[in-house]
Structures are given as C-alpha cells and as structure tokens.
C-alpha cells in the first residue's frame, strides 16, 4: 500500500487487493471460464452480467444485415460491376468487387461505430445501482453527445482509427481467404474436402492472430472517456490504466509491456519495510487474451467438417 506526500492511499498497482473497489473484480488469469466464474460470484453482477450489451447487438448486427448489402449493391452499380450476389470466387477479376465490399462494410462499419461505443460501455461499467453511469443505450448515447463532443467526439476521437482498421481487415481477410484457397493453393472442396479444411482452418487462425490484438485494442480506447465534464465517474467492473492511453500505438506497447507476461514476485522498499509486490513482464499475452477458446473451435469445426466430408466421400463410393 503507497501514500502519496499527504497521506492519502495512492493505487500503484491493479493487483493491490487492499485498494481494489468492492464493485471490481481482480484481474483475471485463468482463462475465459475462471472468469465467467469470477463474474457470476461478483455482488450485483451474477448471470445477467453475461448479458449486458446484448440489445445494442442486436440493433447493430440487424442495421448492418439490411445497410451493408444496399450500400455493396449500389457501389457496384455505380461503377458498372457485376451483381454482389454472384460469389467472388467465380469472377474473373476479383479486385474492384473485393474493393466495393470492403469499402460497404467499412462505410457501415463507421456509421455505427456509436453502436459498438455504447455496447462495449455498457459490459464494462459495473452492474451496481450505485455505480452504474449508463442507464441504458439510448441513455448512454445522450450522455456522450453531451460530454464527449457532440457527434464530433463520437466519430472522430481516438476510437476513430481503430475502427477504419477493423473494418477493412475483417472483411478483408474473410473474403480474401476463398480466393487465396482456391487460386494460389488450388484447392478445391469437391476434390479434396479434407485439405481444404485445413486450409480454412490455417487462415482462420492467421486471421485471428491478425485481429484479436485490434479488436482487443480497440476495446480499450472506447473504455476511455477523454472529458472533463463527466456528471458521473464511469466506474467499471474491471480494472482500467488510470493513465489514458494515447493511441493505437502507445495502446499496442502498454499491453505488451504492464500485461505481457505471467506475474513476477519481487522485494520493494516499502514505508513499512520491504514487501512482496507482483509485477508482469514483457510479452504478447496481454493482446491474445481469449485466443484458446476461439482457436479451439475453429479446431472442432474442422473436426466435425473433416468427419462429414468422409462420410460423404464413403456414401458416394
């Protein structure tokens, strides 16, 4: 426990139980199930926390069902190109189809950028009635346009360009990896289903190591709240760097330096004499937080792919 010059507890550290709120849980290092555990055991969070931001979901993912393949359909019109419903695989020049699909969803993806802000605000502040900042989305979008700069502050902060970089890669990647699968490994799902899988398999997990790190700090930056009119202190269940990050960059390095490696216990001087404090080293596991428990189904789905494709192989001898 420190104290600054007059007396009063300054936290040092997010692993310092002595001066962790009652609403936050401790850090979680035991993987995606210890903290779903940790979550459910955690006052005024239980199951329901599961579910938080649920809603916005779902208003965004129907939003971009209807906007994205409207937006596509009229880019490709507009340039002379063929139907969006004929499959990129079966074209004979891929690029300017592939240029109107990324450029949609990365015009849609913007567009309701407010969206993600909302949803990911409201799984990370705490449940408790007390605490609580947001009542809901809509009472969470009026409180950021009236604190965070208007519709300025809401799409051309610092979450503005992480999210021109998440949506272009992820559409990007998908639609690219067919192509890659079919015309540079020549791999057909007819003739070979089995290497073909694991073709899939093996871009899905490129992909993935590709925008885990983002998606993961791109959370981070839409947790921040760069105002100093805040009627309310935005308090969250987990802990947040109480220095702000300052962008994609300096976001990369910081998780990669205070949350790359396992824990270290060493000896300080401490106003009471010498105590016991952890300290993580340097490395990637701060970026790749949830990357088993994805990887592994991408796994079983290739199981359960390689195992219909024998069936359906021996069925047709």
């Given at each position: 426990m420190a104290l600054d010059e007059s007396g009063y507890i300054v936290r040092t550290s997010v692993y310092d139980d002595s001066t962790r709120p009652t609403h936050q849980l401790r850090p979680i290092e035991g993987g995606v199930w210890k903290g779903i555990g940790m979550l459910l055991k955690q006052p005024h969070e239980g199951w329901r926390a599961l579910f938080k931001g649920q809603y916005t979901h779902w208003i965004s993912e129907v939003a971009r069902l209807f906007m994205q393949p409207s937006l596509e359909g009229s880019l490709n019109d507009m340039f002379g190109l063929y139907d969006d419903t004929i499959p990129l695989i079966h074209l004979d020049r891929v690029g300017p189809n592939l240029a109107t699909l990324v450029a949609s969803h990365l015009m849609v993806g913007v567009l309701l950028s407010p969206l993600e802000l909302i949803k990911t605000r409201m799984i990370v502040q705490s449940a408790s009635p007390l605490k609580r900042k947001y009542k809901g989305p809509f009472h969470a979008l009026r409180t950021i346009l009236s604190e965070e700069g208007g519709l300025q502050g809401l799409y051309f902060s610092h979450n503005l360009v992480p999210t021109l970089l998440y949506h272009s890669l992820i559409p990007l990647i998908q639609n690219?990896?067919?192509?890659?699968?079919?015309?540079?490994?020549?791999?057909?799902?007819?003739?070979?289903?089995?290497?073909?899988?694991?073709?899939?398999?093996?871009?899905?997990?490129?992909?993935?190591?590709?925008?885990?790190?983002?998606?993961?700090?791109?959370?981070?930056?839409?947790?921040?709240?760069?105002?100093?009119?805040?009627?309310?202190?935005?308090?969250?269940?987990?802990?947040?760097?109480?220095?702000?990050?300052?962008?994609?960059?300096?976001?990369?390095?910081?998780?990669?330096?205070?949350?790359?490696?396992?824990?270290?216990?060493?000896?300080?001087?401490?106003?009471k004499g010498w105590e016991r404090e952890a300290s993580p080293g340097w490395g990637l596991r701060g970026l790749y937080q949830g990357f088993s428990m994805q990887f592994t189904s991408s796994v079983l789905l290739f199981v359960l792919q390689a195992i219909n494709g024998i069936e359906g192989t021996g069925s047709r001898v």
């Open positions: 690219a990896a067919p192509l890659v699968i079919d015309r540079v490994f020549c791999i057909s799902a007819n003739d070979s289903p089995f290497l073909h899988g694991l073709a899939e398999l093996g871009l899905n997990t490129l992909e993935l190591i590709i925008t885990l790190p983002l998606d993961t700090i791109r959370k981070r930056l839409q947790c921040q709240i760069r105002s100093r009119t805040s009627v309310k202190r935005f308090e969250s269940v987990v802990a947040l760097r109480p220095v702000p990050y300052t962008g994609v960059m300096d976001t990369c390095y910081r998780i990669v330096k205070e949350e790359g490696g396992r824990r270290q216990e060493k000896n300080v001087k401490g106003r």
